[in-house]
């Protein structure tokens, strides 16, 4: 059907022409940039699309017939209760590729509770943590930049034997957008396209990294985006810049 959105155009960098799958970053409440991620999915036409923002039980509820229309779509992922910014940004996603099959990488809330008791491996599940290489630790720079990190996300409001956990929660939907994936590759063929915070499109230790330790021979493309030519901090394949988004002072949510 004739798509009523206009997708930002894109020219295709040659390695996403050609990668199996695609992670596609962004912040996520910028509507350009997934402006730009309906204009790659369109140029792209994945025969899957992975969404962090689903669980695979969302994704379930996805049918030729609710995905034709934002409204539908909207009430049947029940997306207003989800805490995800404005199904509307996101609805041009799943209309870009309106044959792709939808998969769902979320962590359900008490997995992630979980890992208050247990450790990441047992949530994820020791197979597949092996599979993944989740049950590999971090080495010890790696886990100290990732912990500053948070409590700078979290404007210096956690305390701190909260933040391995934070890392570990990071590390744990990292593997599960890995898994998510495969399993989409494996099962839809490629391409696959991942639409994903830039954090888990990281290429030095996101969720591409998950991936290839299960699937070497995949060729894996990571895009992040930045605003007002400020790049998103790690190591990608290719970036592109947007407009930004005010935001305030996002610490107030704390005081």
Known sequence: MAAPFAYAEVALPPAAEVADVVFIGEQHDNPAHHALQAGWVEALAPKAVVFEMLTPAQAALVTDDNRIAEETLNRALQWEESGWPDFTMYFPIFDAAPEAVIYGAAVPRDQVRGLM?????????????????????????????????Q?????????????????????????????????????????????????????????????????????????????????????FDATADGPGVDRGNPCDAFN
Request: aromatic content about 6%; glycine content about 8%.
């Open 117 to 149: 008791q247990q450790e990441v491996t047992q949530v994820f599940g020791a197979a597949d943590a092996a599979r993944f290489g989740l049950d590999r630790p971090l080495e010890a720079d790696q886990q100290a930049r990732r912990e500053t990190l």
């Open 151 to 235: 409590a700078e996300a979290h404007c210096d409001a956690l305390p701190e034997n909260l933040l391995p956990m934070m890392v570990s929660v990071q590390r744990l939907r990292d593997a599960a957008l890995a898994r998510a994936a495969l399993e989409a590759f494996e099962h839809a063929g490629g391409p696959v396209v991942v639409i994903t915070g830039n954090g888990h499109a990281r290429a030095d230790w996101g969720a591409p990294v998950y991936l290839r330790h299960a699937a070497p021979d995949l060729a894996v493309f990571s895009l992040a985006q930045g605003e007002e030519g400020s790049v998103p901090p790690g190591q």
